[in-house]
Structures are given as C-alpha cells and as structure tokens.
C-alpha cells in the first residue's frame, strides 16, 4: 500500500513540475487501464483525446473509461474524440461514425482515415509518399487550451 501512495506523490509531482515548466505542449500517453497513477494526468489535464476505433470493443472500453471519469470528477467537455484507422467507405466498419458519438454522447473532433496504400508500403518496406486529400476528413484547428503562437 505504502508503494501505491508513493508512485501517486511521484507521478503527481512529475505533473506539477511539468506545467511549471515554460512548454506548449504537454503529451502524456497513457495506458488503456485506469489506476492511480494513471487517473492523476489525467485529472491535470486541460485536454484529454480519447483515440478509438471503428470496433465494439473499443467503443465499449471508451464507453467504460467515460464512465469512470466521471466517477473522479473530470469535466467531459476536456475530452475530444479522435476516430483512428477509418476505411474510407465507413460502411465496411462494424460500427459507423454516427452509431459511435450517439454511444458516446460526443462528436468526433476528429477522423483518421486508413490509407491501404501507405499501409500496404509499409508493409513491404517500400517508399510511399502521401499527398494531401481525401484522408483528413476534418482539420485539426486550434485545440483549446492551446497557447497562440
């Protein structure tokens, strides 16, 4: 128990130094699993991205994690939904865009689409170079919480 209470002081004065420090951005990625150590960043935070895909299981753990935030009093209207790996025929998902900010109750700040072509580069070690298009379906803008430059 005492070595519990200890990584909690540890990782909440490696928040508290960080924010005093002069960055823009402070990017923490955490673990899928809630426990103490991981809940304090995220109590800190000013923004919270909750990155998913388009499967039930991952729509259910998002829905659970959701669930315990709220349990620590973390203001929903921190968190933003990125939508990762979408086909762009988002009929061939399991789930669809609309299904999953409906079981959520948020939209989707943003969507990744899967490039099969850069995936597929990848996977046989060739060059790939991506143009701009049709992936982004929306621009990432100005993130609150985020000074201006």
């Known amino acids: 128990m005492e070595a519990a209470r200890l990584d909690c002081e ?13 960055y823009d951005l402070i990017l923490v990625d955490n673990c899928n699993t809630l426990k103490d ?9 000013d923004l919270i991205l909750l990155i998913l895909s388009l ?27 990125v939508i990762n790996q979408v086909p762009l025929d988002d009929q061939k998902c399991e789930l669809g865009i609309s299904h999953v900010a409906r079981i ?10 899967t490039n099969q072509d850069a995936r597929s580069f990848a996977n046989v070690g060739k060059q790939h170079q991506v143009t701009k298009g049709p992936c982004f379906q929306k621009k990432s ?9």
């Open 141 to 149: 803008e100005h993130l609150p919480g985020q000074q201006s430059r």
């Open 104 to 113: 959520l109750t948020m939209e989707p700040t943003c969507i990744i689409h």
């Open 10 to 22: 540890i990782a909440e004065a490696i928040m508290d130094n960080l924010r005093r420090c002069d």
């Open 55 to 81: 499967d039930t299981s991952t729509v259910q753990d998002a829905r659970n994690f959701l669930d315990v935030l709220s349990e620590f009093r973390i203001d929903k209207s921190n968190i933003r939904m």
């Open 37 to 45: 150590t991981t809940v304090i960043p995220l109590e800190k935070s």
